[in-house]
Nanobody, 124 residues
Framework: QVQLVQSGGGLVQAGDSLRLSCATS????????MGWFRQAPGKEREFVAT????????HYADPVKGRFTISRDNAKNTVYLQMNSLKPEDTAVYYC?????????????????WGQGTQVTVSS
């Protein structure tokens, strides 16, 4: 049984930092590209960041470039999202996801497995 269990998140002030973690089990983590998405109230789920299997290649959505960093530890089967300089517009439920593919994707529907989601709220 595949599980993606998220931790981290919470309520912070603008300018603060948070780190999200996503621990996986039941899948061959090192062969999956991993991504983070977010969904704000009344909006569609949107791409945040992705990291390829080796960890060498990453890609970010424009709104988070320079502030967020995605990383992975294949020995721990875990992917992380370090979020710095948080803004109120970053408020959303954040999801990690796993994609068994050759190239990384920014499309949510192409991901195979999803975490349960974790709330991030940034106050001004």
């Amino acid at each position: 049984q595949v599980q993606l269990v998220q931790s981290g998140g919470g309520l912070v002030q603008a300018g603060d930092s948070l780190r999200l973690s996503c621990a996986t089990s039941g899948l061959a983590f090192s062969v999956y590209n991993m991504g983070w998405f977010r969904q704000a109230p009344g909006k569609e789920r949107e791409f945040v960041a992705t990291i390829m299997r080796s960890g060498r290649n990453t890609h970010y959505a424009d709104p988070v470039k320079g502030r967020f960093t995605i990383s992975r530890d294949n020995a721990k089967n875990t992917v992380y999202l370090q979020m710095n300089s948080l803004k109120p517009e970053d408020t959303a439920v954040y999801y990690c996801a796993a994609d068994f593919a050759i190239v990384s994707s920014v499309v949510a529907s192409e991901y195979d497995y999803w975490g349960q989601g974790t709330q991030v709220t940034v106050s001004s």
